[in-house]
């Protein structure tokens, strides 16, 4: 038959050539033994997996709560922030001198940049077709300088975060009415206290005020000796605003 005007070829895909065995899969039955049906057999597998992995889950946050703060203040300068442990080595890269402060975009930018867009084009660079790690140099070596490199930046970001500090000025303390304008809270603010105990006095570089548990001689020897990272001598007063300021600080206590 020619080809000509008005002729169409008509063909049907499903006639198998000649010779080929057409690629359709065997059937289930071949496979006596090692079948089951999806309902309800497979699917009650599947859910009570799930509910195993479900309950440990709950458990575990029962066990170990979040680690509730309070609540954030914009004010507070002295505040240390700290992302999530699969950010902390982005977090610690920003703390070195190229990639901080006005070399902030490198470390920022430009150098998780490079990171994610060398991922990206690992398929492109190595197009090999073998499989074992050590036939692959090239893809292996950037592999594991990654890891290397995340696993170190993580480990000193842990290492050198001052957890006490981020402890004590996340610490959720109650709240107490008092009033601003007494005495004993403007001798707090003529003498910087508010810098690191916060304007709430609920803490911040230095620990709450409230409900200290101490008495009035022990709060102005913490005063005139300095305790921990508080230094001694902070206090220009007299020795009757020194009485005033303590007995203030020991009269702060939650109901």
């Known amino acids: 038959m020619h080809r000509g005007k008005g002729m169409k070829f008509v063909g049907d895909s499903r006639v198998p050539a000649e010779g080929r065995m057409p690629n359709i899969p065997k059937d ?29 889950y709950l458990c575990l946050t029962i066990a170990h709560p979040s680690p509730l703060e309070k609540m954030a203040d914009p004010t507070d300068t002295a505040y240390i922030p700290l992302p999530d442990w699969y950010f902390l080595f982005l977090y610690q890269l920003l703390k070195y001198t190229y990639a901080s402060g006005p070399y902030n975009a490198i470390g920022a930018f430009i150098i998780p940049g490079l990171a994610f867009g060398g991922l990206l084009l690992a398929p492109f660079i190595d197009r090999g077709p073998e499989r074992r790690p050590s036939k692959r140099p090239l893809a292996t070596g950037f592999m594991l300088l990654a890891l290397a490199g995340i696993t170190f930046l993580t480990w000193e970001s842990v290492a050198y975060h001052d957890w006490e500090a981020a402890k004590q000025q996340g610490k959720i303390v109650a709240e107490v009415e008092f009033d601003k304008e007494s005495d004993g809270y403007k001798l707090l603010e003529a003498n910087s206290c508010l810098d690191c105990h916060g304007g709430d006095l609920q803490g911040g570089v230095g620990p709450a005020l409230i409900d200290t548990g101490l008495s009035v001689d022990e709060i102005t020897g913490v005063i005139q000796n300095g305790q921990g990272a508080m230094p001694a001598g902070l206090f220009k007063g007299s020795d009757e605003e020194l009485k005033v300021l303590a007995e203030f600080i020991e009269s702060l206590k939650s109901k």
Do not use: C
């Open 28 to 56: 289930y039955s071949e496979y006596p033994g090692k079948t089951e049906a999806f309902w309800p057999n497979f699917l009650l597998k599947e859910w009570m997996v799930g509910a195993v992995f479900l309950i440990g």
